[in-house]
Antibody, heavy 122, light 111 residues
Framework: QVTLKESGPVLVKPTETLTLTCTVS??????????VSWIRQPPGKALEWLAR???????SYSTSLKSRLTISKDPSKSQVVLTMTNMDPVDTATYYC??????????????WGQGTLVTVSS | QSVLTQPPSVSGAPGQRVTISCTGS?????????VHWYQQLPGTAPQLLIF???NRPSGVPERFSGSRSGTSATLAITGLQAEDEADYYC???????????FGGGTKLTVL
């Protein structure tokens, strides 16, 4: 069974750096043509794609947030980590990690984590 | 403002057919990038509903179907059921932004 689970702080202060971890099971981060993306959703608003990393370590970031984001992976721990610097209250959202890996639709998110709500407030 | 445009809401009675549109541009859907659809039930994470424009993952009922034409895509739901009440999102890739992009979401209400 494939699962992804997000973990990290529930509350961060403005200007702090957020570090989120996605722990996966049921598949390997080293498998060819597999990737993991981070996606967020502010309360009551739409989904927003943030970043992705593939098994070959190919990385891509949202154009609008690129300067603040870093994505990395540790296959030995089955983890993908996202850091976002200079947090602001507008970054308050539920953050999801999701698997990418349908061979005919590599950019589709076929399995999602449950999400973790991060609130930015002083 | 989302790169992909969806109607904020649609509604239908049980048993009816509803459609949800997703309008993009020449840098995403119009280029030929695939469209995928997600269903988000209240208080839960999104789930993949349609991938590669027309394909259903295992377990998704045949009542759900997708299509793509030009710079737009459409999700159709036939035989509407109360359990279909949810938010629906389209997603594609934008070559100009080099990013995955989502629509603004459509809330489906079953009357």
């Amino acid at each position: 069974q494939v699962t992804l689970k997000e973990s990290g702080p529930v509350l961060v202060k403005p200007t702090e750096t957020l570090t989120l971890t996605c722990t996966v099971s049921g598949f390997s981060l080293s498998n060819a043509r597999r990737g993991v993306s981070w996606i967020r959703q502010p309360p009551g608003k739409a989904l927003e794609w943030l970043a992705r990393i593939f098994s070959n370590d190919d990385k891509s970031y949202s154009t609008s947030l690129k300067s603040r984001l870093t994505i990395s992976k540790d296959p030995s721990k089955s983890q993908v980590v996202l850091t976002m610097t200079n947090m602001d209250p507008v970054d308050t959202a539920t953050y999801y990690c999701a698997r990418m890996g349908i061979p005919s639709a590599i950019d589709a998110f076929d399995i999602w984590g449950q999400g973790t709500l991060v609130t930015v407030s002083s | 403002q989302s790169v992909l445009t969806q109607p904020p809401s649609v509604s239908g009675a049980p048993g009816q057919r509803v459609t949800i549109s997703c309008t993009g541009s020449s840098s995403n859907i119009g280029t030929g990038f695939d469209v995928h659809w997600y269903q988000q039930l209240p208080g839960t994470a999104p789930q993949l509903l349609i991938f590669g424009n027309t394909n259903r993952p295992s377990g998704v009922p045949e009542r759900f179907s997708g299509s793509r034409s030009g710079t737009s895509a459409t999700l159709a739901i036939t035989g509407l059921q109360a359990e279909d009440e949810a938010d629906y999102y389209c997603q594609s890739y934008d070559g100009r932004l080099s990013s995955s992009v989502f629509g603004g979401g459509t809330k489906l209400t079953v009357l």
